[in-house]
């Protein structure tokens, strides 16, 4: 089933939440190119502006995933994403990450949560999960502050043949809206 837009859309004290423009691409690929980011975010779905636009509306559109761009409520600038992976049993999997000169200043932490507490209010989730590598202390930190449980170690879960690690799974549940998000 297709995955509607937040309406009325989300919107933060600075910034709003919305579909992928095409003017977002070039700093959507130098954020995907920063080493701090690259290991944790998924590679943007096409190689130009026209072809991610297609391929996130297609993905919302089969009901897979949502992907919403933090933009600048002044300037519409790519500040960064998140997104909701839809899985089984109204669960779903959510995912975030900021531009660097965005860092340090609570961006992350309201837009996962303003997406959070979409997820289990109006879409009707259950579950919201999100793995965090155990290397990646921002993205500790940013489950730690939005109040979603640590549950366990995934062993050796993300990777390829040469360098795997092990990932945390968080999980925050509709009756827990409030106490962090
Ligand atoms: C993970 C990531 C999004 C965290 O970014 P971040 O800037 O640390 O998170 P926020 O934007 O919420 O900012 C939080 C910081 O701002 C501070 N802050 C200031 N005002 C704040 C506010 N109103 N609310 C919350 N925090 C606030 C916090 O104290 C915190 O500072 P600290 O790190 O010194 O403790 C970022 O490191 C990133 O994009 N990493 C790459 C992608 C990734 O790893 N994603 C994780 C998987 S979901």
Partial sequence: MR????????????????????ADFGAAVAFG????????????PADDPAGVVTEFEQYRADGDM???????????????EVMLVMGDHL????????????????V?????????????TDLGLGRVQALVAQENRPGLDLAT?????????????????????DVVMHSILRGEVGRGV
């Fill in 108 to 120: 992350a932490t309201e837009a996962l949560g303003l997406l959070i507490r979409w997820c289990l």
């Fill in 145 to 165: 502050r939005l109040g979603l449980m640590p549950e366990g170690v995934l062993r050796s879960y993300w990777g390829d043949g040469v360098e795997r690690v």
């Fill in 3 to 22: 995955l509607d837009f937040p309406d009325p859309p989300l919107h933060g004290s600075t910034f709003t939440l919305r579909p992928f423009r095409h």
């Fill in 33 to 44: 190119e920063d080493p701090d980011t690259a290991r944790w975010v998924p590679p943007l």
């Fill in 66 to 80: 949502l992907h919403l761009v933090i933009a600048d409520l002044a300037d519409d600038r790519y500040l960064g």
């Fill in 91 to 106: 669960v779903g999997e959510v995912g975030c990450g900021v531009v660097a000169d965005v860092r340090g200043q609570g």
